[in-house]
């Protein structure tokens, strides 16, 4: 037994020690017997934490365990010898013996049926942190001279006779205190929870020591109209006037406790009182209720700065200045009154203020209540059928994380005001009222009657199971234990009581009625309590021959590792999950047995045995100890002759693995890793050794991969993986293989090399078709997936879809959203990079089943209907199927209805939206689609962010759109948003975007349809430049823009530069497509209408002759281009 | 019993205090000369235990026993938590009276204690007026400043006897926010100044002192008064307030119980000096019964027997009444 362990033990049973007292502890030891025989009067072992065993040593207080500094005291008779403690129990820990309690019940009248209980006081935390609220508070003992006490002054004195000569005494008034208090405390129904905690505060101003008295009184309320002074609980005095409170010369700190929801707050009544009083002394409010729950109350907070100046605290001479100002906000006239949290933070600033009557702080003032119904302050009932699960959407929206888990952790435990304390205290978060106002007024408890008349909760129905779910295990195991060592602890001390009720065994006869249970304590407390309870621990005490462990010295200690076959994953060995206790007194005993001498097969098993603790409990320090033990049972095997113990290696290589899990230090790792090596370096050992040793290296590879990065740690733990899978038939090898195609998809992870997603597909493919296989199946084939986009194979692409494909054929007729999802998007990538369109009709069939598949989930919906939408433009770009367009538009609508309003991807849906709308009306022509199409455009670039390439897109989108309106129904005002929407896009979009000049151009025609066409000009001339950068100047779209350029300096009538134009297109059509085709015949007659203008109507007239005549020979003379251009002929003729 | 026990709780004075071992290495202290035993008989110790002649039935429980043995062993001071009425200042008189440690030095706490009022007290206007009486009269010879000085409890109990005093802080939770840290100093260096007589200490290197508790006179040398044995210091408190965890760490804490019935009959019988009549018993289940459901403290049972016993014959109705009065839990309000 060395110092750390010695330490280790007595941290484990929550004993903290300093260097001193383990100093004290070793030295008493030395007087302390080393063990007497048994059957003589029991001493009890001291120790703190009730669950140990309390006085069950009879022989042998262990020196090392006396740590004196605190000892609960149980009680044993003294008559002589007990008769409990058998003579073959040396040294054996017996099991702790528990008693419920409860909460009293109504009384039942079955005696002896063991469902009574005896009454008992349980001790109940305080409701204020009274320590911290002390010091906060200090500075308000603000002491001044009393000129009616005279005291000596000494030293003057002395010095005034040594000095004068004058042998007479020099006075000096003492100092008193400035401030009387007075509590003014409301006793209005609502209030009565807060009962224990207004007691708390008046002992902590009392001790405070800065009041000269301090006093109690009652506000009015509905029931008795006048100011009651006495304590809260005792029979009405008199009721005296408020102002009997003033006093002339302002040294009364008036306190005023209350939630502020009685009516006389929300008349104002209270509001005048607390004025009358605030013109000549200090007053302050202190609410019990968070910050935030005040406007429910009869106050109307403003927050701003209050300043005192002159040394002067009261109230009338603090300025307050409120942080907006609000016209009318009706300050004038007006002392302000600070409202206050019962909180140390809240205090001190306040009390600095009021204490040395100088500086600024933060707070919080109220205004006369506006008149109105009263905002009821209790528990609200809502409706019945408000669904539980809206209640508590409700708190957890509103709820501090301290309200939160102190409601959780209410769960499991009957809800009434001590045990909501006793929670509270349980956590180490010091406990404020405010979170327990949170609880009690966010809408989850209800009132309920109780027999005693106190004050019992419930939960609304169905909240219970919702917040159990919200609890974690280890925190109701750590809630259990602190509350049970509360207990244990205060039982019979405490000056703050409770009533309770002790459940009895049958047999014993309790006249208390029996609620639901809250806690529990060793039987051995009751000791303390005495009386009646005797029996109560002589019959629990014989009980305990009947069950208890084989000690060490008769037989074997249960190990309680369960199994002897190494776990399938090297994990720590499985624990019967409950049995916390059990283990308790396992590690008890074992550290017992083992504190004489190094018993290596003592200590392996307290390793374990701490090992399944831990796993219970996720309590660090007992893994620490594990390692340590480990450590020395290594180093004394390897310091002799034996080698190493392959298997304590192993053990301590898995203790250093789940370490470093915990604490995150790589030390241990790589230690693990060196233990794991060394271990399986180790020749012929047992088959189960090399197993275990192979899978723990894989594992602590695997997570060295994942800390450090490094692939060659990746491919070993698959190697390994996938030998140990080889030898390891059934499920343990299967998990193993799985984890071999985590770790290879890890490595693609990791390189982007997708030999490893090959791998990974071989592999999980030999694996049986299990839930986990599914699912990394699964990962797998969206792993293919974005492997495919980066690399442009379709082969990936197909694989990706087959493993849909199976999977999808796994999930049943339901379907799985997110499997159909990533099929759709297989196929639809596939389809573009192959250009099959079947592919893209299946695309589309696995994205429609994704989208019915697609339940409650929004995020997965969202995607599925944005997947859908994807899919079918890809199919409406290659052909317009009406039905796919109404299909696209009804995905991106209900996309957008399925996105919150303050989304910031909103834009994309409307435009999104915005576009299928447009492509339905360009192929439709329905009036609504083009209206919808601008409104969700605007919408879209309204609420697109502005420094996106998005933006430019949005805006030219709007302007088509309008053009396109304008088109329809000829608004002038359509045409000028467009023309200002397109103006702006093309400022928007950078020189080098492909898509400039196409925008440049649309703005153009804008400008056209304006009939600015000099304007027009200008751009058309820039679109020119544009396009033939980007095409050549011989390209189709810049041939075509050009075209576009000649009619408009037709239009312009610039008739010598669109000549030019025009006949410099016609050749190069004349060139390209032959001199009879449609468009170089249009464009000729273009220029010949400009030969026209330029004051040449006979050579125009020749030229649109000729112009017809192939027009006729080609396209028929009924088309419409031959009729244009007789129409032109004819107005040439006309005009000339 | 344990034989590493010193203080046994057997109630009759024996020497085992001559069995103590010498303190840890890092608790010693070495005060000198030696100070003569105090000799009075203590007055308040009758009151609270019962007739000396008879064997006090004050049984401390084994807790308690190890908890004082410890503190003796120690050398650190003992905070002894519990509900009013349970016992606890009546554990430091039988100890003392047990160990023959001598009266115990009492000191009662209020918020204006202070740790200079504890260990001393100085009478300067006294002195003053004595000095100028002198001065007029023209008596030669200075003043012994012995008269003005007043060793106080605290200050007694670091005299450097040779066996430890027994020093009661009574409630010291109602004591202000400082006095525990000053206290914890002093505990820890076992020792104080008076600087009035180290001012004069090269004209008076030893002056002749007053203590508390006893009419002895101590001698007090340049001023620095050292403890030799640590005394057994008992704190008392009701557990209204909680300490800094510094000052849990210096102590030993105990938590009492309250008593159950067989000791409540050995109360009883040492106060009354007579064996529990059927009536008593009676009162002492009525009392245990009453004490579930609120605080009762012992004293109001004794009140309550002591009322019966005295009451005329009227029957049981009449001490039911009686007892009815003075049975009324601590921890209520008036209504109860």
């Not at chain 1, 004993?15 to 004290?24: G, S």
């Not at chain 1, 007075?182 to 006793?187: G, I």
Request: with cysteine; proline share 9%.
């Amino acid at each position: 037994m060395n110092t750390v362990r010695l330490v280790g033990a007595l941290r484990g049973l929550d004993l903290d020690v300093q260097p001193r007292e383990l100093a004290d502890a070793l030295w008493l030891a030395r007087f302390l017997p080393g063990g007497g025989p048994p059957g003589e009067a029991r001493t009890p072992v001291p120790s703190t934490d009730p669950a140990d065993a309390e006085p069950t040593e009879p022989a042998d207080p262990t020196p090392e365990r006396t740590a004196p500094d605190r000892l609960p005291t149980p009680r044993t008779p003294l008559t002589g010898p007990r008769s409990t403690p058998t003579p073959d129990s040396d040294g054996a820990s017996d099991p702790v013996r528990w008693v419920r309690l409860h909460v009293p019940g109504p009384a039942r009248r079955t005696a002896g049926t063991g469902g009574a209980g005896l009454p008992v006081r349980a001790p109940a935390p305080p409701a204020l942190d009274t320590r911290a609220l002390a010091r906060s508070l200090r500075p308000l003992r603000r002491r001044v001279p009393d000129p009616h006490t005279l005291a000596l002054d000494e030293e003057a004195t002395a010095t005034r006779v040594v000095e004068q000569g004058l042998w007479v005494p020099v006075l000096r008034p003492t100092s008193q205190p400035w401030f009387d208090l007075t509590l003014a405390v409301d006793t209005g129904a609502s209030m009565a929870v807060w009962r224990p905690l207004v007691a708390d505060l008046e002992l902590a101003l009392t001790r405070l020591g800065a009041f000269r008295h301090v006093r109690r009184v009652r506000l009015p309320s509905g029931a008795e109209p006048r100011l009651t002074i006495g304590p809260a609980d005792g029979p009405g005095g008199p009721g005296h006037s408020t102002r009997e409170l003033l006093d002339p010369r302002g040294r009364q700190l008036i306190l005023v406790v209350s939630d502020c929801a009685g009516p006389q707050w929300h008349d104002g009544s209270m509001f005048r009182t607390l004025q009358t009083w605030a013109r000549h002394e200090t007053v302050a409010i202190l609410q019990p209720l968070p910050q935030r729950m005040w406007r429910r109350s009869g106050l109307v907070p403003v927050r701003g700065r209050l300043t005192a100046t002159e040394g002067d605290s009261a109230n009338r001479r603090l300025r307050f200045v409120p942080r907006q100002w609000r016209p009318g906000a009706g300050l004038r006239g007006l002392v302000p009154v600070p409202v206050l949290q019962i909180q140390p933070d809240w205090l001190a600033g306040w009390a600095r203020l009021t204490g040395t009557g100088a500086g600024t702080i933060d707070a919080v003032v109220t205004l006369p209540p506006q008149p109105g119904p009263p905002a009821p302050a209790e528990p609200v009932d809502g409706p019945p059928q408000d669904e539980a699960a809206r209640r508590l959407s409700r708190f957890l929206a509103t709820a501090s994380p301290e309200a939160l888990r102190l409601a959780t952790q209410l769960a499991d435990l009957p809800v009434t005001l001590p045990i909501m304390r006793l929670v509270q205290q349980a956590s180490a978060v010091p406990a404020h009222p405010a979170h327990l106002a949170e609880v009690l007024l966010g809408g989850l408890l209800v009132r309920q009657p109780d027999p005693a008349g106190d004050l019992r909760f419930d939960f609304h129905q169905g909240i219970r199971p919702m917040l159990r779910d919200l609890l974690l295990h280890t925190d109701l195991l750590h809630l259990r234990h602190e509350i049970a060592r509360f207990l244990a602890r205060q039982m019979g001390i405490s000056m703050r009581e409770f009533a309770a009720a002790l459940s009895a065994p049958a047999g014993v006869a309790g006249d208390a009625g029996l609620g639901e249970s809250f806690g529990r304590l060793p039987a051995t407390v009751l000791t303390r309590l005495g009386g009646r309870h005797r029996e109560l621990i002589e019959f629990v005490e014989q009980r305990e021959q009947d069950a208890r462990l084989p000690s060490p010295a008769n037989g074997h200690h249960p190990d309680p590792r369960v199994t002897t076959e190494p776990a399938p994953s090297g994990a720590d060995p499985p624990v019967d999950a409950q049995d916390l206790d059990g283990l308790d007194a396992t590690i008890r005993a074992l550290r017992q047995a083992t504190a004489g001498g190094p018993d290596r097969a003592g200590l392996t098993r307290l390793a374990h045995a701490l090992r399944a603790r831990f796993q219970l409990t996720g309590d660090v320090a007992d893994l620490v100890e594990a390692a340590s033990i480990l450590e020395q049972v290594r180093g004394r095997a390897g310091g002799g002759t034996e080698p190493d113990d392959p298997d304590a290696v192993l053990d301590l290589a898995e203790v250093r693995l789940s370490l470093c899990t915990e604490r995150g230090a790589t030390a241990d790792l790589n230690e693990a890793v060196a233990l794991f090596r060394s271990a399986l370096a180790a020749p012929d050992g047992p088959r189960s050794q090399w197993w275990r040793g192979t899978v723990g290296l894989a594992r602590a590879l695997v997570v060295r991969a994942d800390r450090l990065g490094t692939v060659p740690d990746l491919d070993e733990a698959v190697e390994l993986y996938l030998a140990a899978a080889g030898t390891a038939p059934g499920p343990g090898g299967d998990d193993l293989r799985l984890r071999a195609v985590d770790a290879l998809l890890r490595r693609y992870a990791l390189t982007g090399d997708t030999t490893a997603l090959t791998r990974a597909d071989a592999v999980s493919g030999d694996a049986p078709a299990t839930a986990g296989r599914h699912s990394r199946r699964v990962r797998l084939a969206d792993l293919l997936r974005r492997a495919a986009r980066e690399t442009g194979e379709p082969d990936l692409l197909r694989r990706a879809a087959a493993l849909y494909v199976e999977a999808a054929e796994r999930s049943g007729p339901d379907g799985d959203a997110r499997v159909l999802r990533g099929l759709a998007e297989a196929r639809g990538e596939l389809s573009v990079a192959t250009g099959d369109p079947a592919e893209l009709d299946a695309a589309v069939e696995a994205a429609r089943a994704a989208v019915a598949a697609g339940g409650r989930d929004d995020v997965t919906h969202v995607e599925c209907l944005a997947t859908l939408g994807r899919v079918l433009r890809l199919r409406v770009d290659r052909d317009r199927r009406d039905g796919d367009l109404d299909a696209l538009v009804d995905a991106a609508r209900r996309l957008l209805d399925a996105v919150p309003g303050f989304h910031p991807d909103r834009h994309h849906h409307l435009a999104a939206l915005g576009d299928a709308l447009r492509l339905r009306y360009d192929a439709g022509g329905d009036a609504g689609d083009i209206q919808e199409a601008c409104a969700r455009y605007e919408e879209a670039v309204r609420t697109s962010p502005t420094s996106g390439a998005q933006l430019g897109r949005r805006l030219a989108d709007l302007g088509d759109a309008l053009r396109a309106r304008a088109d329809r129904f000829g608004s002038r005002a359509d045409l000028d948003a467009a023309r200002q929407s397109l103006t702006r896009a093309v400022d928007v979009t950078p020189a080098d975007d492909p898509r400039l000049p196409d925008r440049v151009r649309l703005l153009a025609e804008v400008l056209l349809a304006l009939r600015e066409r000099s304007a027009a000009v200008a751009v058309y001339r820039r679109a020119v430049e544009l396009h033939g950068r980007r095409h050549g100047p011989d390209g189709d779209p810049t041939v075509d823009v050009r075209v576009a350029f000649g009619r408009a300096l037709l239009a312009a009538e610039r008739f010598a530069e669109a000549r030019e134009e025009l006949r410099a297109v016609a050749d190069i059509l004349t060139q390209r497509l032959g001199p009879g085709h449609r468009r170089t015949l249009a464009v000729r007659s273009a220029a010949a209408e400009a030969l026209a203008g330029l004051g040449d109507p006979g050579g125009a007239g020749r030229e649109l002759r000729d112009v017809l005549a192939g027009q006729i020979r080609s396209l028929g003379a009924d088309d419409a281009d031959p009729a244009a251009t007789r129409r032109l002929l004819d107005r040439l003729a006309g005009d000339g | 019993m344990q034989d590493w026990w010193i203080y046994r709780g057997t109630g009759s004075p024996h020497s085992g205090i001559l069995r103590l071992p010498p303190p840890p290495p890092w608790r010693v202290f070495d005060g000198a000369p030696l100070v003569p035993p105090p000799s009075s008989p203590d007055d308040a110790a009758g009151r609270r235990l019962g007739e000396l002649h008879r064997a006090v039935s004050y049984q401390p429980r084994p807790d308690e026993l190890e908890l004082v043995n410890a503190a003796l062993y120690l050398r650190r001071p003992l905070l002894i938590t519990g509900k009013p009425g349970v016992g606890k200042s009546t554990l430091a008189y039988a100890v003392a009276h047990e160990l023959a440690l001598g009266p115990v030095l009492r000191w009662p706490i209020t918020s204006r204690s202070t740790r200079a009022e504890g260990l001393y007290s100085y009478d300067a206007i006294g002195r003053l007026q004595e000095a100028s009486l002198h001065h007029q009269l023209g008596t030669p010879g200075d003043l012994p400043i012995g008269r003005y000085l007043h060793l106080g409890p605290l200050g007694t109990a670091l005299l450097p006897y040779e066996h430890p005093r027994v020093l009661l802080i009574d409630e010291i939770d109602k004591s202000d926010v400082d006095l525990p840290n000053d206290l914890l100093n002093i505990f820890e260096d076992g020792e104080y100044r008076i600087p009035e007589l180290q001012r004069i200490a090269a004209s008076q290197p030893q002056v002749e002192l007053p203590i508390e508790g006893s009419t002895d006179l101590v001698a007090v040398h340049q001023g620095v008064v050292r403890c030799h044995a640590f005394p057994l210091v008992i704190m008392t408190s009701n557990g209204e307030r909680e300490f800094s965890p510094a000052f849990h760490r210096r102590c030993l804490r105990l938590d009492l119980g309250q008593p159950d019935a067989e000791q409540l009959a050995a109360i009883v019988a040492a106060h009354f000096g007579t064996e529990p009549t059927a009536e008593t018993a009676d009162l002492i289940e009525l009392f245990l019964s009453r004490r579930e459901r609120g605080t009762l403290a012992t004293d109001q049972l004794l009140n309550a027997i002591y009322l019966t016993v005295q009451a005329p014959d009227g029957g049981r109705p009449d001490r039911e009444r009686l007892a009815d009065l003075v049975l009324r839990q601590l921890d209520a309000g008036p209504d109860s």
